[in-house]
Nanobody
Framework: QVQLVESGGGSVQPGGSLRLSCVAS????????MGWFRQALGKEREAVAA????????YYTDSVRGRFTISRDNAKNALYLQMNSLALEDTAVYYC???????????????????WGQGTQVTVSS
């Protein structure tokens, strides 16, 4: 049974930083495409970043490129999202997701992910 457990969310002021973690069990983070999604209140869930198993290339949505960094620690079987220069519009529930497939074709498509975490709340407010 695959479980993805996120942590690291919280409240922060604009310009602040947070680091989200996603620890996997029943799934090896180096074996498949993994990503971070977010869903703001009243909005669709959107892709934030993805990291394929086939390459070190990382995918980012335009609104976070240069501010967020996705990474993984194979020894800890964990995926991370370092979020810097947080803005009000980054407020959302953040979800970790994983695919059985190693690559990340059409990486923003949430229906292409096989496993999901329960989410962690990130609130940016002044």
């Amino acid at each position: 049974q695959v479980q993805l457990v996120e942590s690291g969310g919280g409240s922060v002021q604009p310009g602040g930083s947070l680091r989200l973690s996603c620890v996997a069990s029943g799934y090896t983070v180096s074996s498949g495409c993994m990503g971070w999604f977010r869903q703001a209140l009243g909005k669709e869930r959107e892709a934030v970043a993805a990291f394929p198993a086939t390459t070190d290339y990382q995918y980012y949505t335009d609104s976070v490129r240069g501010r967020f960094t996705i990474s993984r620690d194979n020894a800890k079987n964990a995926l991370y999202l370092q979020m810097n220069s947080l803005a009000l519009e980054d407020t959302a529930v953040y979800y970790c997701a994983a695919r059985v497939a190693r690559g990340c074709p059409n990486w923003p498509a949430k229906e292409r992910y096989d496993y999901w975490g329960q989410g962690t709340q990130v609130t940016v407010s002044s």
